[in-house]
């Protein structure tokens, strides 16, 4: 299905090709056709942006999402919304292209994160994680209560959980946080400040069935309130 965008260039190719047709005019034509083939080829190679909306218990082969969430745009792109009352995104694929498969030294993470902390009870804001249904996890990546940025990594030589920051996730602002590991150091970018942490082991420990989730702790019902924008993985450590 096409975007709006796309269905109105294409409306604008037919008129010019049918007035060209009408006046004889060689340039509208030529207009025309270049406009509408350029539309045709750009939807058959998924190369305009299609009008998506994802529907209630709708999943694809690695996503699930319940039909909840909110999608917004804020910039080029869509945010995802959260209201803190199950919502939640699901991403299967166990290792997510290998950045959590055996012998994974080195992966980061990015977003954008508006957070609202009215209503969080104390406690932590679980806003990336990948583990198990039993809630066995070796990545995990969230905010304190304090404002401060929390990371869980299972090692071979056990668990680390790091708690770093100097409390710059205040609520209903925006932050950019980067998060990167790296044979065992941990170093966090939150808006323009640069943390480090060191975990027991240079590499994480994969988990079988694990899934990322977006918005949710593993086992327990707490919910991240707020927004998301701009997630991205690599695997590779970007400085």
Known sequence: MWSKKAAAVAGGAVFLTLAGLIRLNYLFISAGMVMLTFVVLSS??????????????TSSDNIFEDGSCTFIF???????QFDG???????????IG???????SDFTFSMWVFPD?????????ILVSHADSSGNKNFELGMSPSGNII???QNVCGDNELSIGSGEFESSEWHYLTVTFSLGIVSAFLDGNMYTGQTC???????ESAKMTLGKYPINELFYNGILHEIRIDKYAIN
Do not use: C, H
Not at 74 to 80: D, K, L, Q, S, V
Not at 85 to 95: K, M, Q
Not at 117 to 125: H, K, V, Y
Not at 201 to 207: A, K, L, Q, V
């Open 44 to 57: 058959f190679l998924d190369v305009w942006m299609p009008n998506v909306k994802i529907r209630r218990e």
């Open 74 to 80: 804020y910039g080029p792109g869509r945010a995802i």
């Open 85 to 95: 009352d199950e919502d939640y995104i699901d991403i299967n694929g166990n290792t």
């Open 98 to 104: 290998s950045v959590f498969g055996e012998n994974s």
């Open 117 to 125: 902390t009215s209503e969080t009870n104390n406690e932590n804001q």
């Open 151 to 153: 990371v869980f990594i």
């Open 201 to 207: 082991g240079e590499t994480i420990i994969p988990i």
